[in-house]
């Protein structure tokens, strides 16, 4: 007498994988980084396209040995808030600026550029560290404006108007950005 194999029913053995799929594309979290958004704004009418006077230009740039060249002179990280702080606030033609209007510096807060150059074996954390310091330049001084014209950070500004979204905390928001704009120009260096 011969015995018949026992066989397995792989009718929903598809099903099973199907919805195996489906449970671990909808659980599943991809992780995204936002990055680092620098964008310049449009070239203004009254100033050739490309044309920057030298006093405006803030260069910054990182080497190999993720040393900090500013202007042709190597600075410590710990200095360079200070710097931007100085050469964005310089305040030559600028009536809210606390700067000291030297004429090697930024005529006006709209007009300062900071162009960072780095190097291709530049450090990530020398970077990121650079861009830190950059960023935190021009929130303490968005921060001193807001805190002079409407007696609230400009931090704070941010965080009211995430919650509530108010025309009015928005309209704040806009006038301490024209104040100070955040002009951070990325290149590679010149090898």
């Not at 040393?67 to 931007?84: F, G, H, Q, V, Y």
């Amino acid at each position: 007498m011969r015995r018949s194999r026992p066989s397995v029913n792989a009718g929903s053995m598809a099903d099973i994988a199907f919805l195996l799929l489906i449970f671990f594309l909808i659980t599943t979290t991809i992780q995204s980084e936002a990055g680092i958004n620098r964008k310049l704004p449009p070239p203004k009418d009254d100033i050739p396209e490309g044309f920057i006077l030298k006093r405006n230009l803030l260069v910054i740039e990182l080497n190999s040995k993720d040393e900090i060249m500013i202007n042709d002179t190597i600075r410590k990280l710990s200095e360079l808030k200070r710097i931007a702080m100085n050469f964005i606030d310089n305040g030559a033609d600028c009536n809210y600026c606390k700067g000291a209007k030297d004429a090697h510096m930024s005529i006006h807060p709209d007009k300062a550029i900071i162009s960072l150059r780095s190097n291709r074996d530049t450090g990530y954390d020398a970077y990121i560290n650079v861009q830190n310091e950059l960023v935190g330049a021009y929130r303490q001084l968005r921060n001193r404006e807001s805190m002079r014209l409407f007696n609230i950070s400009y931090d704070e500004l941010k965080l009211q108007y995430s919650k509530t979204g108010e025309i009015a905390i928005k309209n704040k928001l806009k006038t301490i950005q024209e104040m100070y704009p955040e002009k951070i120009s990325e290149a590679e260096l010149k090898q």
